[in-house]
């Protein structure tokens, strides 16, 4: 059975600290790694698609990594900021869907809270 | 280019009724899809579509009903309302290679 999970389940930083999320996923074949961000009360905004050749991308201060081997992903948050505070979530696609609902694999979420 | 809407966006139901969440996108998007997602926990997939026409059950369809006459337009049809559907349902639709997903805004939805 596919699964992906996501650690810590929740994190506490201070703003301006750099802190990073950790997916891991068996779901096969991989097609794409997504991760979302979710602000409290509003639906999930994309951050980052990764495919499988793709092993670092960047969305201002966010980056994601991909390790294909290994089956992990981690997102890296630089210079928290107050807005950082948010879910956020991975969610990995199998080949055979393309990213087609039945193919996408949800993980619960990073809940992070930055505090001043 | 206003994404995904759904309304309403709060709604408090008495066990046994029976409403209809509206969602609309102006993406020209095949994909479209419904969540819910409970307290602290992940999204659950109720059900999607690939195209008007053409609906399938995702992870947790039981006590829903979807239809898609159009592009635009999916609403979820909830029959019979349980305290069990208490829940935020969050409406997606996706389109492209890699199918990236645009949430709605949500639904609260309340069974009393």
């Known amino acids: 059975k596919n699964q992906v999970e996501q650690s810590p389940q929740s994190l506490i930083i201070l703003e301006g600290k750099n802190c990073t999320l950790q997916?891991?996923?068996?779901?096969?074949?991989?097609?794409?790694l997504r991760w979302y961000k979710q602000d409290t009360g509003r639906g999930p905004v994309s951050l980052t698609i990764?495919?499988?050749?793709?092993n670092t991308k960047s969305n201002g201060r966010y980056t994601a990594t991909l390790d294909a081997d290994t089956k992990q992903s981690s997102l890296h948050i630089t210079a928290s900021q107050l807005s950082d505070s948010a879910s956020y979530i991975c969610?990995?696609?199998?080949?055979?869907?393309?990213?087609?609902?039945?193919?996408?694999?949800f993980g619960k979420g990073t809940h992070l809270i930055i505090q001043p | 280019n206003a994404g995904v809407t759904q309304t309403p966006k709060f709604r408090i139901l008495k066990i046994g009724q029976s409403m209809t969440l509206q969602c609309t996108q102006d993406?020209?998007?095949?994909?479209m899809y419904w969540y819910r997602q409970d307290p602290g926990m992940g999204l659950k997939l109720i059900y999607y579509?690939?195209?008007?026409?053409?609906?399938d059950k995702g992870e947790v369809p039981n006590g829903y009903n979807v239809s898609r006459s159009t592009t635009e337009d999916f609403p979820l049809r909830l029959e019979l309302a349980a305290p069990s559907q208490t829940s935020v349902y969050f409406c997606?639709?996706?389109?492209?290679?890699?199918?990236?997903?645009?949430f709605g805004p949500g639904t609260r939805l309340t069974v009393l």
């Open positions: 997606a639709s996706s389109s492209g290679t890699f199918r990236e997903q645009f």
């Open positions: 997916c891991n996923y068996t779901v096969s074949p991989f097609s794409n």
């Open positions: 579509s690939v195209g008007a026409g053409i609906t």
């Open positions: 990764m495919t499988f050749s793709e």
């Open positions: 993406m020209n998007h095949n994909y």
């Open positions: 969610v990995v696609s199998d080949m055979y869907s393309g990213g087609g609902a039945d193919g996408l694999t």
